[in-house]
């Protein structure tokens, strides 16, 4: 037995944020569609589920061709079987994770995010699990005062924070 070690990068279109995760049902499929078409309006999405039994396909749902497109290279690039991959457009992880977190069927979050992403993957002589996500980069220090004000101001510009 043997386990190989590989690294995903993850093409994020432009404008997008990727969420990726772990799930254990096919119904996972329309329920993350059905979620997110209620939780916020406008969004535009791209999802791909890997089957780990049965079929064993990629199912796949959304409202964005390039989204969804992208949901599938990436799901079929990672091969993990019952992770799922998510594009969004016209909102943020922010607005849709607790929802997602609510679904019976999710069991774990990995990434949610904009930044550059690689997924860690192991490859077995079973099938392939996600070890872990790189997201984005190593800091370069510690904020400073003026650091703390401008993330301050930055939450209230764009009405997270009053």
């Known amino acids: 037995m043997s386990v190989n070690i590989r690294l995903v990068t993850v093409k994020i279109p432009e404008g997008a944020n990727v969420v990726i995760g772990r799930s254990h049902f096919i119904k996972t499929v329309e329920d993350i569609y059905e979620t997110l078409v209620t939780s916020v309006p406008g969004i535009k999405f791209g999802l791909a589920f890997n089957e780990a039994s049965g079929k064993r396909l990629v199912r ?7 989204l969804v497109n992208q949901a599938i290279e990436t799901s079929k690039a990672i091969g993990a079987g019952h992770t799922f991959t998510l594009f969004i457009r016209n909102a943020y992880p922010i607005n849709i994770l607790n929802q997602l977190k609510n679904i019976h069927e999710i069991v ?36 400073s005062e003026k650091d703390k004000e401008e993330r301050h101001g ?9």
């Open 60 to 66: 796949y749902e959304g409202n964005d061709p390039e």
């Open 154 to 162: 930055f939450l209230r510009k764009i009405g997270y924070k009053k």
């Open 108 to 143: 774990q979050l990995y990434v949610a995010t904009a930044n550059p992403v690689q997924v860690i993957v192991a490859d077995t002589d079973q099938g392939s699990a996600i070890m872990g996500v790189v997201d984005g980069y190593p800091p370069l220090g510690v904020e």
